[in-house]
């Protein structure tokens, strides 16, 4: 039923100067084959250029989905061809290992945002930075956090992310979702059990297609949204390649970032991932780290901080391996 047929070899760089590191080199061509639909499986693209940490090696499959009937054709696909499935949204949360992923990935690019009144239909590929600052700007409260976390609303959804007391969880009204047979569900907010950093859709799999967010009209929202992105400029190395924080925070009084701070190791690396110096729960990509150096990095600051404080670490992103979350 697929009109595989391969189109052309593309000849361009997949190595973008700047954004990835340069270990990469120049790489060849990726396959492309298209469908019906018109979406594109490209093969062998190197997942590093989808990850706000420039590491990771190449994924089997890949393909940028813009629209659920193109979400339902790609699974489609990968059931039929047996493939294990990664949906990614801005991979600011994603530490793909140097062996890449041997499945298909889907970049969500469902990128739509319908305003009526305050409430807000965003697609999942929709920038939740911009979503913040929008709601903010209206002087709508609630996702005022948002603004400087380099997520998708899919990607955010599914981490449950936050900042400065408050989560995505506090605003969401409602979820679209396609689950990997193709079922698409309608989940309202009270049927979703969220906690810190949790979302029920880490034990689910599918896509988040949409979400939809109620605010409420609160006069200092764009006030308290510029103080917190003044904030994160501050207090976060933002020019550095990172993937935000690394571990949960072990309480709400206890900050891991304090921990790994107090037990010396700011500014400690392996290779080319190093402990930031200005935040102490981001591990910065100096330009050529592999995964293996920044989970060796993690390991050696769990084992310090347990050894000092007795606090077990435990890490808040998601680890993909070859053969999905590790
Ligand atoms: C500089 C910086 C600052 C940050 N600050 C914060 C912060 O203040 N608070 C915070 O909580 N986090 C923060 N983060 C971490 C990160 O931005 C969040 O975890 C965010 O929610 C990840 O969104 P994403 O779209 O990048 O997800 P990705 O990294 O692309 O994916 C993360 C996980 O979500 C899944 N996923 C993504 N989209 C979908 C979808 N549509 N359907 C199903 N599954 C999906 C992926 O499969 C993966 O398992 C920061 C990161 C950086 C680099």
């Not at 009144?117 to 609630?142: D, H, T």
């Not at 009084?253 to 790994?260: N, Q, R, V, Y």
């Not at 347990?306 to 590790?326: A, C, Q, W």
Request: net charge neutral.
């Amino acid at each position: 039923m697929y009109d595989c047929k391969i189109l052309y070899v593309l000849q361009v760089p997949l190595f973008t100067p700047g954004l990835h590191p340069p270990y990469h080199e120049t790489h060849k061509s990726a396959i492309v084959h298209t469908t019906h639909m018109g979406l594109l499986w490209q093969s062998n693209r190197y997942l590093s250029e989808f990850s706000t940490f420039g590491i990771g090696g190449k994924a089997r499959y890949f393909a940028e989905i813009t629209s659920p009937l193109e979400m339902e054709e790609a699974f489609s696909f990968a059931r039929e061809q047996g493939l294990e499935v990664l949906i990614l949204g801005k991979g600011s949360n994603c530490l793909f290992s140097d062996e890449g992923f041997d499945g298909l990935v889907l970049l969500n690019r469902i990128d739509f945002c319908y305003w009526n009144g305050n409430v807000a239909e965003v697609g999942a590929g929709y920038s939740f930075s911009l979503l913040g600052i929008q709601s903010a700007r209206k002087g709508l409260s609630g996702l005022e956090f948002a603004s400087g976390i380099p997520a998708s609303v899919g990607g955010a959804v599914f981490m449950n992310a936050g900042a400065n007391g408050k989560e995505t969880a506090g605003a969401l009204y409602s979820v679209l979702y396609l689950d990997l047979r193709g079922s698409l569900h309608q989940f309202c907010r009270e049927e979703l059990l969220f906690s810190y950093r949790y979302s029920p859709f880490q034990q689910m799999q599918g896509a988040i297609l949409s979400a939809s967010f109620v605010f409420e009209p609160s006069s200092s929202a764009r006030f308290k949204q510029l103080e917190i992105i003044d904030r994160r400029i501050k207090t976060q190395p933002l020019k550095e390649l990172s993937i935000g924080c690394i571990f949960r925070n072990p309480g709400p009084e206890i900050s891991a970032g304090m921990l790994i701070d107090r037990c010396g190791l700011k500014g400690c690396s392996i290779g080319d991932a190093a402990i930031s110096e200005i935040h102490a729960n981001f591990i910065i990509n100096l330009g050529r780290a592999r995964a293996k150096q920044v989970q060796d990095l993690i390991e050696k600051i769990q084992q310090t901080v347990y050894d000092k404080t007795g606090v077990r670490l435990e890490p808040e992103i998601r680890m993909i391996g070859k053969h999905g979350s590790i």
